[in-house]
């Protein structure tokens, strides 16, 4: 129900959008992980229904903006200042009720993964 697409290999300090397009129902919370070799699938972003609330780890905080087009049903991740520590597959998430969610197990739906990779 969750189809994430934009993921590819960019030189440090370049950008990427990341696009996740849900279908199935309307979907409260939309939210960002990443997961790199050998490590957890941690919280990239989260947004809630009307967009009005977002969060960010501290480490994309002011480099990375999430958003959503509710007329299309779509979660976007725009990156800029990419840094070779991004360097990770990305997943979109969705849970049915509203709010900004922190974990993987928040989520019900996910996405299948794109690969974003970051040279130095």
């Known amino acids: 129900q969750l189809q994430a697409s934009g993921g590819g290999l960019v030189q440090a300090g370049g950008s990427l959008t990341l696009s996740c397009a849900a279908s199935g129902g309307t979907f409260g919370s939309l939210g960002w992980f990443r997961q790199a070799p050998g490590k957890e699938r941690d919280i990239v972003a989260s947004?809630?229904?009307?967009?009005?609330?977002?969060y960010y780890i501290d480490s994309v905080e002011g480099r990375f903006t999430i958003s959503r087009d509710n007329a299309k049903n779509t979660v976007y991740l725009r990156m800029n200042g990419l840094k070779p520590e991004d360097t990770a597959v990305y997943y979109c998430?969705?849970?049915?009720?509203?709010?900004?969610?922190?974990?993987?197990?928040?989520?019900?739906?996910w996405g299948q993964g794109t690969q974003v990779t970051v040279s130095s």
């Open positions: 947004i809630s229904r009307t967009g009005s609330s977002t």
């Open positions: 998430a969705a849970r049915r009720p509203s709010g900004i969610y922190y974990r993987p197990n928040d989520y019900d739906y």
